[in-house]
């Protein structure tokens, strides 16, 4: 799936599928096929009879994952992230750099490379820093970053405060051909925030999160880029605020994309509730006028991919009062089965928008080649069993980290396989 994918090689396998419902929203196909993978390629694409209940698509890629590697290899590293990934039904993942030291200098980066090669199981890119050390302000050596491998460039976990340094960035997007992903949050409004502000902060005493202070930074950003006319992604969205300015720079023609995650789709503040710290991000859970402001701009393409923002905590670190515990949950597990559950089965998204945006959205915004069910294409797919339930305990995690919001919970819809890059890379 291109230069800028590492690692998940291996001998290449032959399947075969007969009598499964294949959907595949962008070639158009959603009816009962046979399928023959032969040495990692699909080389049969014929009429089938019967079905045994299962479901095969393009496989998923998640375009903002926290490997945790390098620095923090307790929490996550290439190995466990691209075991859950795969578990998850994902092909392809990227990661993002805010890492410890960050991914800021070819050596880092190229070290990131090599072990990948050795330990994905899936392939897996690596965005790069916009900044030196995301501190913003300096930028770091972007050409020689996408030489040697950079899928795009994000200060994730931080935003680029410096307008000017982010239309440099920008700027550079015309030499690299990499993609600007950027982390909106003006700081001077969300310092102290927790949760996000509104009737559930007031009633908890919490400290709020504005939503205005995602959303001006979006519109900020769009308009960095408008002037520069040069493509530009939005990290994680959340607010009602920040889809109005996405949608209406897209409808002036800005190359502008965005990305939703899971939480953000599935919960409201009133989660917070529990108290529980895996229900803390950043962005935080906002209110029930945001999440159907997402849903809406979902479905009609506004936001073209669903990311899992995965990000994986030791157990002491989550383990804390609400207010100490940091930002971020896991997500590569469960994100499809979550989403079916409480998006597809009650009729509020179709099983084909949901996997368009789990697998083509998230690939045509970094340009990678997109998993697509077609004769002669690699075999990127993913088996799902819609009937199946599961209860989500931490036991089965493939992930190092078991912050997850949904533990206990019993989801509607499985991954059974996933092919990636022709390798059989999982099977329940």
Not at 79 to 106: F, Q, R, W
Not at 162 to 180: C, E, F, M, N
Request: proline fraction near 6%; aromatic fraction near 4%; charged fraction near 25%.
């Amino acid at each position: 799936m291109g230069e800028i994918l590492f690692g998940g090689n291996g001998r290449k396998d032959d399947l075969s599928y007969e009598g499964v419902r294949v959907v595949d929203p962008t070639e158009g196909i959603d009816e009962t096929l046979n399928l023959t993978v032969e040495a990692g390629v699909i080389t049969k694409i014929e009429p089938g009879t019967g079905g045994d209940g299962r479901i095969v698509a393009p496989a998923f890629v998640d375009p903002h994952v926290h490997l945790r590697t390098p620095g923090r290899e307790d929490e996550e590293d290439i190995a466990t992230g691209t075991k859950a990934a795969a578990a998850g039904g994902y092909c392809a993942i990227l990661a993002m750099p805010n890492t410890e030291p960050a991914v800021d200098s070819a050596a880092v980066l190229g070290a990131l490379v090599e072990r990948a090669k050795d330990e994905a199981e899936i392939p897996v890119g690596f965005l790069a820093a916009i900044s030196k050390g995301q501190e913003g302000a300096e930028l770091t050596e972007m050409v020689e970053l996408a030489e040697r491998g950079a899928a795009g460039f994000t200060d994730d976990g931080r935003p680029v405060a410096s307008p000017g340094l982010l239309r440099r960035a920008l700027q550079y997007h015309s030499v690299t051909g990499r993609r600007i992903a950027v982390h909106c949050e003006e700081a001077t409004l969300s310092r102290g925030g927790h949760i996000h502000e509104g009737l559930v902060s007031a009633e908890l005493g919490f400290g709020g999160y504005p939503s205005v202070a995602e959303s001006v930074m979006v519109g900020r950003d769009l308009m960095l880029a408008a002037y520069e006319n040069q493509p530009i992604h939005v990290l994680h969205l959340s607010a009602r605020e920040s889809v109005d300015e996405l949608r209406s720079a897209r409808s002036a023609g800005v190359q502008a994309s965005g990305e939703v995650t899971p939480h953000h789709l599935c919960l409201t503040d009133e989660a917070v509730r529990t108290l529980d710290p895996n229900v803390k991000m950043n962005p935080p859970l906002r209110a029930e006028e945001d999440r159907q402001a997402l849903l809406e701009a979902l479905k009609d393409g506004t936001i073209e991919a669903i990311a899992t923002d995965h990000a994986p905590h030791a157990r002491h670190e989550k383990d804390v009062p609400f207010e100490e515990a940091p930002f971020g949950v896991t997500g590569l597990e469960t994100a499809f089965s979550v989403l079916h559950t409480r998006l597809v089965e009650p009729g509020v998204l179709s099983l084909a928008a949901l996997i368009d945006r789990l697998a083509a959205g998230p690939a045509r915004i970094y340009g990678l080649e997109r998993p697509r069910i077609a004769v002669g294409a690699p075999a990127n797919l993913v088996v799902l069993d819609l009937e199946r339930t599961w209860r989500v305990e931490e036991s089965g995690f493939r992930s190092r980290s078991p912050n997850s919001w949904l533990i206990g919970q019993t989801l509607k819809g499985k991954v059974v396989e996933t092919v990636a890059n022709g390798k059989l890379a999982y099977s329940a």
